[in-house]
Every structure is written in structure tokens, then in C-alpha cells.
């Protein structure tokens, strides 16, 4: 539960909160699961959430008071994903929590907030009743959708929700997914391929796709990594072992070369100094 992240878009986690329920085929290998088993923090499941220590929600209100150095620094503000371990816009939790939850993110407003979910359906009737009409100018709003139908399901909260960014997690991306010239487009599209014991092939031709489709809608791709050799077409056919296939393409998990390249960007943002 460490603040600090190897996860390559943003740069700290902060979990209000821990806990939360499985609802879609992404979340069969859900990290955060394994974390709970690991660790005992908290039931996975349909279970009582467990809310973080005051010490603990007391970190955002130091990096808050960092920002200007980090800003100097790194040339951009700090991205803090929230919440990697939990859901923001889950129902199984008390609703007093989210309220305090968005009066820390009302009180960093130097802090770049990035909420994913699974549940957009649920954001509207839980964002503060500030949110205006164009939402918090610190707040990025972000569903995943690992492939074609659980976009299709969620794509209409892009237009029908007000953010500063609209992102998309397609990660893991176990099916193909495509952003359609009718289809409301994210700032923002993540896309990664599935790690760990049991991982889902990710198709090299997926990402090609999706690539295309972020340049002719002007969405900013990030690309975070293959999920495993197999799935890298730098490395799928090498008989190596896995420390060399780490040199071929050490960017990610399987790598994260894409034609030699990394395609990493970001969405331009009313504070954007810095790609």
C-alpha cells in the first residue's frame, strides 16, 4: 500500500480505502486481489471495506506542500493515482469516506488526481455537488476497459460527465478494442497487456489498431507494456532466457517497445507544461 509506484503513468498511489468486488472478465487476476491475500489487509469480495489510517490520508497534504519543488524539478505537476487497491465510485463503501476523500483532492489542488474505475455508471451521482461543468481542474476521471463490449458499455460517461480528462484503461487488454469515428474519445487511452500466472495473450495487431485510432482522433496513447514476451513481437519468437529477452526490451512487464519505439504520452491539461 506504499505511496510510491512502479506504475509508469503516474507517480504515487494513495487508497483511501481498500476493498473491492470483482464485476468484469479484467478483474479475473486482479493484482490488488493478491495483494489482500498476501498481505491480510482486507477480504476480497463482498466484504466490509477497510478505510486507511489518518496518519496515512495525511500524505497527500505533505506532497501538496512538495509541489512547487517537484513542479521545478520534473517540469510538470505530480500525478497521484487513486485508488489502486479500491474503487472510488463503489456502493460497498460509507459514502462519508468518498465526501472526505474529495475534500483532501479539493485541498491539493497542486496534485494532478486520477480516478479509474469500473464503475462509471456510478460517478455522476457521486462527484461533489461543485463539480461545475467542466469538473475540478486537478481531478482526471478514467474507466478500464479491457476490450470491445465493456468500451461499448461505458464510452457514453465520456460526453455525458464533464472532466478536465477523460481517460481509458485498456488494461489488460485480453480483446481487441476500437475507437470509432461516432464513438466519444478520451484525452487519454492507456494500453497494456496482461502479467502474472494465468496471463491473457495480448495480440500485437490489438495495439496496432487502437494506435491508429488514438492518431486519427487525437487521443494521447500510452503504451505501458506487452504483458509477457510471447506477446511482444520483439521477442515472441527468441528461444532465450528471460534475463536476455530483459535486455531485447527491458521498458515493462514483456516489454513495451513498439516498432523500436516508446509510445508514452500524456493528455494536454490546463496546467500542462511538459509532454
Known amino acids: 500500500m506504499a505511496d510510491t509506484t512502479q506504475i509508469e503513468w503516474t507517480d504515487r498511489t494513495f487508497n483511501p480505502w481498500t476493498g473491492c468486488t470483482k464485476i468484469?472478465?479484467?478483474?479475473?487476476?486482479?493484482?490488488a486481489e493478491s495483494w489482500s491475500k498476501r498481505s491480510g489487509h482486507v477480504q476480497w469480495g463482498n466484504h466490509p471495506r477497510k478505510r486507511t489510517t489518518e496518519a496515512y490520508w495525511r500524505a497527500p497534504l505533505a506532497?501538496?506542500?512538495?509541489?512547487?519543488?517537484?513542479?521545478?524539478?520534473h517540469g510538470r505537476r505530480q500525478r497521484i493515482f487513486c485508488a489502486s487497491l479500491?474503487?472510488?465510485?463503489?456502493?460497498?463503501?460509507?459514502?462519508?469516506?468518498?465526501?472526505?476523500?474529495?475534500?483532501?483532492?479539493?485541498?491539493?489542488?497542486?496534485?494532478?488526481?486520477?480516478?479509474?474505475?469500473?464503475?462509471?455508471?456510478?460517478?455522476r451521482k457521486m462527484l461533489p455537488t461543485t463539480w461545475g461543468d467542466s469538473g475540478w481542474q486537478n481531478v482526471w476521471?478514467?474507466?478500464?476497459?479491457?476490450?470491445q463490449i465493456r468500451f461499448d458499455q461505458r464510452k457514453r460517461f465520456i460526453s455525458e460527465i464533464p472532466a478536465t480528462v477523460w481517460f481509458v484503461?485498456?488494461?489488460?487488454?485480453?480483446?481487441?478494442?476500437?475507437?470509432?469515428?461516432?464513438?466519444?474519445?478520451?484525452?487519454?487511452?492507456?494500453?497494456?497487456?496482461?502479467s502474472g500466472p494465468g496471463a491473457r495473450p495480448m495480440k500485437p495487431q490489438w495495439v496496432d489498431q487502437v494506435l491508429s485510432d488514438c492518431r486519427a482522433r487525437g487521443i494521447a496513447p500510452f503504451f505501458k507494456q506487452w504483458g509477457q514476451y510471447e506477446n511482444n513481437p520483439l521477442t515472441g519468437q527468441l528461444s532465450l532466457p528471460r534475463t536476455e529477452l530483459k535486455q531485447v526490451d527491458p521498458h515493462g512487464k514483456g516489454g513495451g517497445l513498439i516498432d523500436g519505439e516508446i509510445v508514452r504520452e500524456f493528455p494536454e491539461t490546463p496546467f500542462s507544461t511538459a509532454a
Open 141 to 147: 476521471l478514467g474507466f478500464t476497459a479491457e476490450d
Open 169 to 194: 484503461s485498456y488494461e489488460p487488454a485480453i480483446g481487441p478494442l476500437r475507437i470509432g469515428d461516432n464513438d466519444p474519445a478520451p484525452d487519454w487511452l492507456i494500453v497494456g497487456g496482461e
Open 86 to 123: 479500491a474503487d472510488v465510485f463503489d456502493n460497498q463503501i460509507d459514502p462519508m469516506w468518498r465526501v472526505e476523500l474529495f475534500d483532501l483532492i479539493r485541498a491539493t489542488p497542486a496534485l494532478d488526481w486520477q480516478l479509474l474505475t469500473k464503475r462509471p455508471q456510478n460517478i
Open 24 to 31: 468484469s472478465p479484467g478483474c479475473d487476476h486482479c493484482y
Open 63 to 73: 506532497w501538496q506542500k512538495d509541489a512547487e519543488s517537484f513542479q521545478r524539478n
